[in-house]
C-alpha cells in the first residue's frame, strides 16, 4: 500500500506545482506593461486562470480515480501511471494513456480494444464568450438600400425580347430640345487599350508584340496634344514597360500623369478576377502595383476600372475604397439586370456593402449599358452606328465593322452630318443617365498598337469636338477626358463631392453573380475551370503569407540585435518575384482558367517558380529564427520545407524524414497569431518511432502506411501524425526518434471491404471483411458510412447527440448539343445531373487514435472521408478529400453532392464572396442549372432554424444549392469545344486534381434573422477555415546534417490576438523601385476583424474576445520592439496619421486596417 500512498503524494505534488506554474504564468504575461489594461483583456484573463484551475481540478480527480482502481490491485494502471510521471511535464497525459473510445462496426462490436488503437477523449473545452459590436452584424438589420440584388433576382422575369438595334434593350428616345446652350450635356471620351497579361499569348509575347509598342505609341501622341487623355490599368505592363525607358521619356510620363492626360485606373498589378481570386491575392496585388505605381512615378490612383472580370464582386468596391479610390467603372453584368437598371436610370448607384450600416463603405459605381467595352458598344445603344465612329476601321485596317458601313474620315463637307449622327447616340445613351456628365470609352483590346490607328481616332474626334465647340446650339461639349475628370464632373452637376452620395443616387447593395452576355449564356463555367491551377494557387497564397510574414520577422530580429548573416535582401528579391507571379496569376483570364493551354503552362511556371521562391524564405527565416546562437545559421543548411513539387502540374509530394535512434529535430511553424493543436503529418523511414514536443514531452502519435496504390504498402515511406501544439506566431522544435516500444505509439489497423488488400507482409494488421455499415469515431464526432458504397451517410456530434443525415455522392454533367456549347467560359448543361454509378468499390479503412480515414476508390475519384482526434478545430470537422481524374472523359462534368436533412426554406443558401464576406442567394426555378451555380473562393453553408451545415473548400470552385437541405460542390470539367467567347478552344488539359474540403454541422442557439441578404461565419467556422489553408508549416532537419543548439519554442507575440482578429499580413517594404531590390526597415501591417454569427457557440478556441480591443505595444514581443505605426489607407499610399502604442485601437467587424511600422 506504500507505494500507492507515494504514487499519489508524487501525482498530487506534481499537479500542485503545474498548476501555480500555469496561474503564475497567465498572471506575469504582461508584467511591466501599462497596467491600465481594459477590463475586458483583465476578464479574459481571469477566465483563463479559472479554465486552469478547473482543468487541473479535474485531472486531480481522474488521478484519485486512478489510485482507488490500484488499490484493488490493478498493477497494469499502476505502470501506466508511473511512466505517466517518469516524463517531464506530462500530466495532460493522463488521459490520454488510460482513456480511450471505441470504433465499431454496425454489430457494435468492440473493434480495438489494445491501446495502440484507442481515441484519444480530450476533455471539453470551456465555449469562447461573445458579445457586443462582436455580435452586432449578424444579429442586426439589413443595411438600408434602395435596390438589393437578391430582391432584383426576385422581382424579374429574366425574359429577353428583341430590342431592335439595341437588341437587349428598346428603342431608347429622348426629348427634343432637351440638351441646348443652356443646358449642356458633356461628354468625356476616354481613348483606352485592354491588355490581357496572358490569354491567347502569354504575358511576355503580349508585352513585346503588342503592349510595349500601345504605350509607346500612347507616349507620343499625349506628348504631341495636351488635350488628348488616356487610361490604362496593369501594371504588370507597365512595370516592363517603365524599366525600358530612359530618363527623359520617364519624365515624360510623371508630366502627363500630373497634368492629368494619362490616368492609371486601379492601380492592381492586374485587372483581377472578381469571382475565383480570395480577398488576400486581391489585396496584395493592389499593394504590389499601387507601390510600385508611386514609388516609380508618384502618381495615385483616383478611380477604378474593370471593364473584364466576368461578374462582379462588392468585395473589390471595398478594397477599392479603402485604398483611397472614390469612383468606379463596371462592365459585365447580366444584360437583364443592364435593362433593368437602364429602365430606370439606376446605371449609376453608390455601392454599399453587406453590413454596413453607416454608408462609410459607399463608392460610386459606374455601370457600362450595353453588351460590351468596344466601340460599337460603347457610344450609344446603336452598334451599327457607333461603330462608324471607330477609325481604326477606316481602310486599310485589320479591323472592319460587322454592320458593313465603314467608318468616314471627318472633313469639313460632313462634320456636321457626322457630329448629329454621333451626338444622337449620345445623347439616347445619355438618357439612360441621371446627370448631364456622359462616359465614353473609345478602344478595345490591345487598341493603338499601331501609330496609324492612334492618328486615326484622336485626330478625326479632335475635328468632332471642334466643330460642337463652334455650334453650342447642339448642346454637347465633348472633349477627351480621364475616368477621374469624368466623376468630377458628375460631382459638380449635382453638387455632391467625391466623398459624398449625390443627390437621388441610388444605394446598392449585392453582387453581380452570375453574369450572363446573351440567352441562357450563363459563365459560371469558369468558376470550376482548370481546378488544379486553383488550388495550386490558394497553396501558394497561403505560402506566400507565411513567407512575408517570416522574412519580415528575421529580418527585423537582426536589425534590433545588430546581427548578421541572414541574408535578409537576396530572400526580399525572392519574395518580390513570388508576388508579381501570384499577383499575375490573378488576371481575369488566369486564376478563371479561360487561356490557351500553351498559356497556362507559362502560368504554372511562374507559379511553380513563385512556390519555390516562398519555400525558401520561409525556411531560411525560420531557421535563422530558431538558432539559439545566431551566428550558428547557415544559408540552406539545417532545415527545409516538408514538401516539393517537381513540375507545375505535379501534385505535392512530401520528403521522407530519416529517423534514427539519434533524434531528429523537426520545426513546426505557425503563422497564425493564436496558439494553435492541430495534427501534423509527415512522412518518415521506419513506423515505430517517438515524438517529443518542445517541452521534452512524449506525445501521442500514429503511423499509417503510405500507399503507392489502393492495395500496395510502401516498405520505405509511412505517414506520422500527432497533434502538436505551437504558439501564436511561432515556431516549435519537436523531435522524432526511432523507437520499437513505445507505449504512446500506435500503428494504424488496416481494414478492407470488397478487396483482399495487400498480400505482402507488413507491420499493420489488415482484416478483410465483407459489406456491412460502419462507424468512425474521433473525440468530438463519429461518422457512419455505406457498406455498400464506403460513402458517407450520417454524422453524430457528440457533445450533443445530434445525428445529421450527410449523404454523400457523385454527380455528372454532359454538354448540350447545337451551336453554341459549354466552354472554358460557360456552363451549358445537357440536362439535370445524373448519379455517378458507384457498386461495391474497394474501401479501404485505416483507423487509430489519432487519424482515422475511409478511401473509397471509384471512377474518375480516390475518395477520402478523415476524422481527427485533436483538441483543435480539426477534430470537430469532417475532412474529405478527393483526387480527380477526368482525363479519359469528353464533355464531363463532375460534382460531388453532400445530402443532409437541413431544411433551408426557398432553397436559400450563402456562399462567400472572396473568402471575405458571405451573401444569401436563392435557387430560382424559373433560371436553368447554370444560372444557379455561384462561386464558393472559401465556404458556403445551408440553415435552418437550429441547424447550419457548411462545406469549407481549400480551393476556388463553382458551388450549388439545387434541391432543399443540399450543397453541390464542382469538382473538375473537361470540354472539347470551344464557347465562341473568344478563347478558340475547349478545356482538354486535364491532369490529376486534389481538392480538399472541411464539413461542419453546428447547432443554432436562436434561429437565424429571416430576411438578413448576407450571413456571417461562426467564430469555429472562420478559424477552421484559417486551419484548412494557413497549415502548420513543417521543417524537418535535413539528412546527415548536425543542427546546432535550437530554441525549443518562441513566439513574436506578447499574447495572442482576439479571436475574430486577423493578421492578413506582415509585409516587408521595398526600400526603393530604381536599382536592385532591397528590403525597407519599414513593414506593412495588415488586420481585419472577422465578422461573426454569435448564434451558434464556438469551443476549443485558445482565444478570447475583446470586443475589437488590440494595444499596438503590446502586440509584438520585445524581442522585435515597435518605434512607431502610422495608419494609412488600404494600399499604403495614403497617410492618415500616428496611431497611440500605449492606448486600445478598437478594430470594426468586417474592417480591413493598415498601418506603416517603424521598427
Not at 486564376?591 to 511562374?606: C, L, S
Not at 472554358?824 to 479501404?844: C, E, M, N, T, W
Request: some cysteine.
Amino acid at each position: 500500500m506504500k507505494k500507492y500512498v507515494v504514487v499519489w503524494g508524487a501525482t498530487f505534488f506534481v499537479v500542485v506545482c503545474v498548476s501555480l506554474y500555469l496561474m503564475m504564468e497567465t498572471v506575469s504575461t504582461n508584467m511591466g506593461k501599462s497596467q491600465d489594461l481594459d477590463a475586458r483583456l483583465i476578464e479574459g484573463k481571469i477566465a483563463r486562470i479559472r479554465s486552469d484551475i478547473l482543468k487541473n481540478q479535474h485531472t486531480i480527480q481522474e488521478i484519485k480515480d486512478y489510485v482507488r482502481t490500484m488499490s484493488h490491485g490493478d498493477e497494469a494502471v499502476l505502470e501506466k501511471l508511473q511512466k505517466v510521471l517518469d516524463q517531464k511535464d506530462n500530466i495532460d497525459d493522463l488521459g490520454d494513456v488510460l482513456k480511450g473510445s471505441e470504433v465499431k462496426d454496425s454489430e457494435g462490436d468492440l473493434k480495438d480494444k489494445g491501446i495502440e488503437n484507442k481515441v484519444v477523449e480530450f476533455r471539453p473545452v470551456e465555449e469562447v464568450k461573445l458579445s457586443g459590436d462582436t455580435c452586432s452584424l449578424a444579429d442586426g438589420p439589413n443595411p438600408r438600400a434602395d435596390i438589393q440584388m437578391l430582391k432584383v433576382y426576385e422581382e424579374l422575369k429574366f425574359d429577353n425580347p428583341d430590342g431592335g438595334a439595341w437588341k437587349q434593350g428598346w428603342r431608347v428616345t429622348y426629348p427634343e430640345g432637351k440638351w441646348n446652350s443652356d443646358n449642356m450635356l458633356y461628354v468625356f471620351v476616354l481613348p483606352h487599350s485592354h491588355t490581357d497579361p496572358g490569354w491567347v499569348k502569354k504575358f511576355t509575347d503580349y508585352y513585346t508584340q503588342q503592349t510595349k509598342p500601345i504605350l509607346d505609341n500612347v507616349l507620343n501622341v499625349l506628348s504631341a496634344d495636351s488635350r488628348r487623355r488616356f487610361i490604362y490599368a496593369e501594371l504588370s505592363f507597365f512595370s516592363l514597360w517603365w524599366e525600358s525607358l530612359n530618363a527623359a521619356r520617364k519624365e515624360t510620363v510623371k508630366r502627363l500623369m500630373k497634368n492629368g492626360q494619362l490616368e492609371v485606373a486601379t492601380g492592381g498589378w492586374v485587372m483581377n478576377d472578381e469571382a475565383n481570386a480570395h480577398y488576400a491575392a486581391m489585396v496584395d496585388q493592389l499593394i504590389e502595383g499601387n507601390q510600385y505605381l508611386h514609388g516609380t512615378t508618384g502618381f495615385t490612383p483616383r478611380s477604378g476600372w474593370a471593364i473584364d472580370p466576368f461578374g462582379h464582386s462588392p468585395t473589390m468596391a471595398y478594397l477599392l475604397k479603402r485604398s483611397g479610390v472614390t469612383g468606379m467603372l463596371i462592365q459585365r453584368v447580366h444584360y437583364t439586370i443592364k435593362k433593368h437598371f437602364a429602365r430606370n436610370k439606376n446605371l449609376e448607384f453608390m455601392w454599399r456593402q453587406l453590413w454596413d450600416k453607416d454608408g462609410t463603405t459607399d463608392i460610386l459605381c459606374h455601370t457600362m449599358p450595353f453588351y460590351s467595352y468596344d466601340v460599337p458598344h460603347t457610344c450609344g445603344p446603336d452598334p451599327k452606328i457607333c461603330c462608324q465612329f471607330d477609325f481604326a476601321r477606316m481602310s486599310p485596317s485589320p479591323y472592319s465593322c460587322p454592320w458593313r458601313v465603314p467608318p468616314q474620315a471627318i472633313t469639313d463637307s460632313n462634320v456636321a452630318d457626322r457630329a448629329a449622327m454621333l451626338i444622337d447616340q449620345y445623347k439616347k445613351k445619355a438618357s439612360l443617365y441621371r446627370s448631364n456628365a456622359l462616359f465614353i470609352p473609345l478602344g478595345d483590346d490591345f487598341r493603338y498598337d499601331k501609330a496609324d490607328e492612334c492618328d486615326k481616332q484622336f485626330n478625326n474626334y479632335q475635328k468632332i469636338f471642334d466643330y460642337l465647340d463652334k455650334n453650342p446650339q447642339l448642346g454637347v461639349k465633348a472633349q477627351f477626358g480621364t475616368l477621374s475628370e469624368y466623376f468630377n464632373k458628375l460631382h459638380e452637376l449635382t453638387g455632391s463631392t467625391p466623398d459624398s452620395k449625390p443627390e437621388d443616387y441610388p444605394v446598392l447593395t449585392g453582387d453581380f453573380f452570375t453574369y450572363a452576355d446573351k440567352d441562357d449564356h450563363f459563365w459560371s463555367g469558369y468558376y470550376t475551370t482548370r481546378p488544379f491551377q486553383k488550388q495550386m494557387d490558394r497553396h501558394i497564397e497561403t505560402s506566400l503569407r507565411s513567407a512575408e510574414i517570416a522574412l519580415t520577422l528575421a529580418a527585423v530580429y537582426q536589425k534590433k540585435h545588430r546581427l548578421t548573416g541572414f541574408p535578409e535582401d537576396q530572400m526580399m528579391q525572392l519574395l518580390v518575384e513570388a508576388r508579381r507571379n501570384l499577383g499575375l496569376f490573378q488576371h481575369h483570364d488566369g486564376i478563371t482558367g479561360t487561356a490557351k493551354d500553351f498559356v497556362v503552362v507559362d502560368y504554372g511556371e511562374r507559379l511553380l517558380k513563385a512556390e519555390n521562391n516562398c519555400r525558401t524564405v520561409t525556411a531560411e527565416a525560420v531557421s535563422f529564427i530558431s538558432m539559439a546562437t545566431k551566428s550558428d545559421y547557415k544559408q540552406n543548411r539545417f532545415f527545409d520545407i516538408d514538401e516539393t513539387r517537381p513540375t507545375h502540374v505535379s501534385l505535392i509530394k512530401r520528403n521522407v524524414l530519416q529517423v534514427s535512434s539519434e533524434p531528429s529535430a523537426v520545426l513546426l511553424y505557425n503563422s497564425l497569431t493564436h496558439p494553435r493543436q492541430q495534427v501534423v503529418n509527415l512522412h518518415v523511414s521506419d513506423p515505430n518511432v517517438e515524438v517529443t514536443d518542445a517541452h521534452g514531452k512524449v506525445v501521442t502519435s500514429q503511423t499509417d502506411p503510405y500507399w503507392t496504390e489502393p492495395s500496395i504498402m510502401s516498405q520505405e515511406r509511412f505517414k506520422l501524425s500527432f497533434v502538436a501544439e505551437v504558439s501564436a506566431l511561432g515556431i516549435a522544435r519537436y523531435q522524432i526518434t526511432k523507437k520499437r516500444k513505445n507505449v504512446h505509439h500506435s500503428l494504424g489497423k488496416v481494414t478492407y471491404y470488397n478487396s483482399e488488400g495487400p498480400s505482402e507482409k507488413s507491420a499493420f494488421t489488415v482484416e478483410r471483411k465483407n459489406s456491412m455499415e460502419f462507424t468512425l469515431a474521433s473525440s468530438h464526432l463519429e461518422a457512419s458510412f455505406s457498406g455498400s458504397t464506403g460513402l458517407l451517410k450520417t454524422v453524430k456530434m457528440k457533445s450533443s447527440g445530434q445525428v445529421h443525415k450527410s449523404e454523400v455522392s457523385f454527380q455528372t454533367y454532359g454538354a448540350r448539343s447545337g451551336k453554341e456549347r459549354s466552354g472554358a467560359y460557360l456552363f451549358l448543361p445537357d440536362g439535370p445531373a445524373k448519379s455517378l454509378r458507384v457498386s461495391h468499390p474497394v474501401i479501404r479503412v485505416v483507423s487509430g487514435p489519432v487519424v482515422s480515414e475511409v478511401s473509397v476508390f471509384i471512377n474518375h475519384v480516390q475518395h477520402v472521408v478523415r476524422l481527427q482526434n485533436s483538441p483543435g478545430t480539426d477534430g470537430r470537422t469532417v475532412d474529405m478529400y478527393n483526387l480527380v481524374d477526368v482525363r479519359k472523359e469528353t464533355n464531363y462534368e463532375l460534382a460531388v453532392k453532400i445530402s443532409t436533412d437541413i431544411h433551408n426554406i426557398d432553397k436559400e443558401f450563402f456562399t462567400d464572396l472572396n473568402g471575405f464576406q458571405m451573401i444569401k442567394h436563392k435557387t430560382f426555378d424559373k433560371l436553368p442549372t447554370q444560372a444557379n451555380v455561384y462561386p464558393m473562393p472559401a465556404m458556403a453553408f445551408i440553415e435552418d432554424d437550429k441547424t447550419r451545415f457548411s462545406v469549407l473548400t481549400a480551393q476556388s470552385l463553382g458551388v450549388a444549392s439545387l434541391q432543399t437541405g443540399e450543397i453541390q460542390v464542382m469538382l473538375d470539367r473537361t470540354l472539347n469545344q470551344d464557347d465562341m467567347r473568344g478563347l478558340g478552344q475547349g478545356v482538354r488539359d486535364n491532369t490529376l486534381t486534389p481538392n480538399r474540403f472541411k464539413l461542419m454541422f453546428e447547432s443554432r442557439s436562436a434561429p437565424p434573422i429571416k430576411d438578413r441578404t448576407s450571413g456571417f461565419p461562426s467564430l469555429q467556422a472562420h478559424m477552421t477555415y484559417l486551419h484548412l489553408v494557413h497549415n502548420i508549416q513543417i521543417l524537418p532537419q535535413k539528412s546527415s546534417v548536425s543542427v546546432p543548439p535550437l530554441i525549443s519554442q518562441h513566439s513574436f507575440l506578447s499574447g495572442s490576438l482576439p479571436c475574430d482578429v486577423h493578421l492578413l499580413n506582415l509585409r516587408s517594404l521595398q526600400q526603393s523601385y530604381d536599382g536592385p531590390i532591397t528590403r525597407s526597415d519599414d513593414s506593412a501591417l495588415l488586420l481585419h476583424r472577422l465578422g461573426l454569427d454569435c448564434g451558434i457557440s464556438s469551443h476549443g478556441l485558445p482565444c478570447t474576445d475583446t470586443q475589437g480591443k488590440v494595444r499596438l505595444r503590446d502586440l509584438f514581443s520585445d524581442t522585435l520592439g515597435v518605434k512607431e505605426m502610422r495608419r494609412t489607407s488600404l494600399t499604403l499610399l495614403h497617410d492618415k496619421g500616428p496611431t497611440s502604442l500605449d492606448s486600445d485601437l478598437t478594430l470594426n467587424p468586417m474592417e480591413i486596417y493598415s498601418f506603416k511600422v517603424k521598427w
